[in-house]
């Protein structure tokens, strides 16, 4: 059965992608809308693209504590999006900026830390060889050479909302994988 209007909030409950795919189709050009909104200030379009892969993530995650009809979805999407976009704004905010005038040379951490930095590095190549060639592809071009979806969709031949939904299930992924790794303030 496909996905429609009447039945994807309980299919998304249960888990099923498919009903994922059905709201980011419908709701992408909305919650983006709401995010270029607040975080285009930050002038940092890659944060946006972040941004909205992290809303669906967080609809995925809390889906079975919304309560209502495809109504009260949208009003509750675009909650979501908002308060995700703030939280971005803010954490963007408070990044400091600095000139190459001012940046210490010297990296300032001990031996050990930059050890623990080499391990972790090998073992999220590690983890990065176990995602498919495509998903892998989309992941260096992404997050390590910083290219936005748009950029990353023309290059691969794939929709914009395909790119969300690789990234979106290659986090997943990652994640369960990763569970004693730290990676970082922000992580994958």
């Known amino acids: 059965m496909k996905c429609n209007e009447s039945n994807f909030i309980k299919r998304l409950q249960s888990k099923d992608e498919y009903a994922l795919e059905y709201i980011v189709d419908q709701y992408l050009p909305l919650i983006k809308g709401i ?96 995602l498919e060639s495509v998903d892998r592809e989309i992941f260096m071009m992404k997050f390590f050479m910083g290219c936005k979806t748009e950029d990353i969709s023309n290059k691969l031949g794939l929709t914009k909302t395909a790119i969300d939904n690789r990234i979106y299930r290659g986090k997943r992924k990652l994640h369960s994988k990763a569970a004693n790794l730290r990676l970082g303030e922000n992580g994958l």
Not at 67 to 79: E, L
């Open 35 to 130: 995010l270029v909104k607040v975080l285009t200030p930050v002038r940092n379009s890659g944060l946006i693209e972040e941004c909205i892969n992290d809303v669906f993530l967080s609809v995925w995650d809390y889906s079975k504590k919304f309560q209502g009809d495809h109504t009260d979805f949208r009003k509750w999407i675009c909650s979501v999006a908002k308060f995700k976009a703030i939280d971005y704004y803010r954490k963007a905010s408070k990044k400091p900026e600095y000139s190459a005038e001012n940046v210490d040379v010297g990296t300032g951490r001990s031996a050990e830390d930059e050890w623990i930095d080499s391990e972790e590095r090998a073992e999220i190549i590690q983890l990065m060889n176990t």
